[in-house]
């Protein structure tokens, strides 16, 4: 168990629709990373927060937005879903500003669906 | 082209064979380069990590890079059935991304 949360562990929607996927780093983490996992693209980065402010910005579409608050938990909303935004959505953690230095601990994921 | 290239084709081994795993990239400027490993419904594990070229060892696996022919391996030796999983390359500049390869799902056949 890496020590971070992820809910929920899955998620079906309709096209058109907006979801909002939880993350919880582990204790004493201020960086959280988001990233999609799909079969054609492999594992992207999405986005990382370090401490409540945006530090980096990966292949994220303007449809997704993300934000982490004072208590150090992360939100990733999705809006105007389209199929291929069916993938499996993982946050990470790191103790770092620089998560590609120290380890980044990855949760269990979020299995979205759009149909 | 893809920053990282990682032929994810799948790869099944009989117990105690070494596996042979590899990633091609681009961009010379990655310095820090992983190895990932994530078992079936679950999230990514660090397995490796090495800073430039060099071997890196730990216990059955050993990590390579060659930074000359921008490629990196890992070997698995004396594999076992716990070792199936799929193993993803990653690497980064030194910054705050990590870019993957597709990963390369290994079954080792008891």
């Known amino acids: 168990d890496s020590g971070v949360t992820q809910t929920p562990k899955h998620l079906i929607t309709a096209t058109g629709q907006r979801v909002t996927l939880r993350c919880s780093p582990r204790?004493?983490?201020?960086?959280v990373y988001w990233y999609q996992q799909s079969l054609d693209q492999g594992l992207q980065f999405l986005i990382q927060?370090?401490?409540?402010?945006?530090?980096a910005k990966g292949n994220i579409l303007e449809r997704f937005s993300a934000q982490q608050f004072p208590d150090l938990h992360s939100e990733l909303n999705l809006s105007s879903l389209e199929l291929g935004d069916s993938a499996l959505y993982f946050c990470?953690?790191?103790?770092?500003?620089?998560?590609?230095?120290?380890?980044?601990?990855f949760g269990p994921g979020t299995r979205l669906t759009v149909l | 082209q893809k920053e990282v290239e990682q032929d994810p084709g799948p790869l099944s081994v009989p117990e105690g064979a070494i596996v042979s795993l590899n990633c091609t990239y681009s961009?010379?400027?990655?310095?820090?380069f992983m190895w990932y490993r994530q078992y079936s419904r679950k999230g990514p594990e660090l397995l490796m990590y090495?800073?430039?070229?060099g071997n890196k060892e730990d216990g059955r696996f050993t990590a390579q890079v060659d930074k000359s022919s921008k490629y990196i391996s890992l070997f698995i030796r004396d594999s076992q059935p716990s070792d199936s999983a799929t193993y993803l390359c990653?690497?980064?500049?030194?910054?705050?991304?990590?870019?993957f390869g597709k990963g390369n799902q290994v079954v080792v056949i008891p």
């Open positions: 990470a953690s790191s103790d770092s500003p620089s998560g590609s230095i120290y380890e980044q601990f």
């Open positions: 204790s004493g983490d201020l960086s």
């Open positions: 927060y370090y401490n409540g402010e945006e530090r």
């Open positions: 961009n010379s400027a990655f310095q820090y």
């Open positions: 090495t800073y430039s070229s």
């Open positions: 990653a690497m980064s500049k030194g910054n705050n991304r990590l870019a």
